[in-house]
């Protein structure tokens, strides 16, 4: 699987990006997609994921705030942050792994580039 995340950019405390990540190369649909993050200095940290069947996840500081969806029509799984704060700004990855999402990093097989998202206050 290929993931290519794209969305992120410069946003000012408040706002809102949608991050979108593009897979190809297999089944998507039998994938589960998540979003991670990686702060400078900081380690690379869970957000949220889904599973194949929709079942989602998200690391409890961000519930309320960010949204993930998955398009199986478009293979695409997206990420909706809302109320963006300066401590959101960090570069962001998605990753897959078949069928049933973990929050470790060691389980998932496939890895996009990250896209990088700046919160200013």
């Known amino acids: 699987v290929q993931l290519q995340a794209s969305g992120g950019g410069l946003v000012q405390a408040g706002g809102s990006l949608r991050l979108s990540c593009a897979a190809s190369?297999?089944?998507?649909?039998?994938?589960?997609m998540a979003w991670f993050r990686q702060a400078p200095g900081q380690e690379r940290e869970f957000l949220t994921a889904i599973n194949w069947s929709g079942d989602t996840n998200y690391r409890d500081s961000l519930k309320g705030r960010f949204t993930i969806s998955r398009d199986n029509n478009k293979n695409t799984v997206y990420l909706q942050m809302n109320s963006l704060k300066p401590e959101d700004t960090a570069v962001y990855y998605c990753?897959?792994?078949?069928?049933?999402?973990?929050?470790?990093?060691?389980?998932?097989?496939?890895w996009g580039q990250g896209t990088q998202v700046t919160v200013s206050s």
């Open positions: 990753a897959a792994r078949p069928i049933n999402y973990s929050h470790r990093i060691g389980d998932y097989n496939y």
């Open positions: 190369g297999r089944t998507f649909s039998n994938y589960a």
